[in-house]
């Protein structure tokens, strides 16, 4: 039974070539689905991962939430992606979480990097959810994707300046919502080191 998804292309705003995509449930945006809906979901995102590296060059990103980290299900699936971590990257939402102890949630997420998975942030600078740069400071991803100009915040925000300077934290930058970016297409932008 097929499962309404759609792939996003992520495209380096230096040369425009795509360099990854996001794997992002529904056919036009993201379903307000329960538990077991998002089970059922990644239950069959686990069987069809393979195929779906076939179809696309480089790396794929899943998003996750605290919650669905958190549930024992998913993280089954999550953790069944480990031979193929050279190419999926788990990417951490900013989604509140319901009912999910966080330092649970970070030791999880760190256990999964410690198995070669790799991680984005999702929406630092989100005016909603939780905070991308705290994120961000916790786990060291390998991407950060930005709802909007992180620098003012910088500036004002001592914990900001250490998240986005610390050591580990690699090279690239998503931009969502630029006015000269095509419409469903995610920008990366290096980020200087």
Known sequence: MNKPYRLQPIVDLQNRHTIAHELLAGKRCCPRWDVSQWRDWYGWLGHQLPHLLDQVTGPIFVNVSSDQVADPAILAVLQSWTPHTDRVLLEWTEHPPMTTDLDSVTCTLLSLQDQGFQFAIDD??????????????????????????????????????????????????DHRGMDREPRGHAACQTMGR
């Open 124 to 173: 630092i600078g989100s005016p909603v959810g939780m905070d991308g740069l705290w994120r961000t400071a916790t786990i060291r991803p390998s991407f950060c994707k930005n709802r909007r100009p992180v620098l003012p915040v910088c500036q004002s925000n001592q914990h900001a300046r250490f998240s986005l300077s610390a050591p580990g934290l690699h090279r690239r930058a």
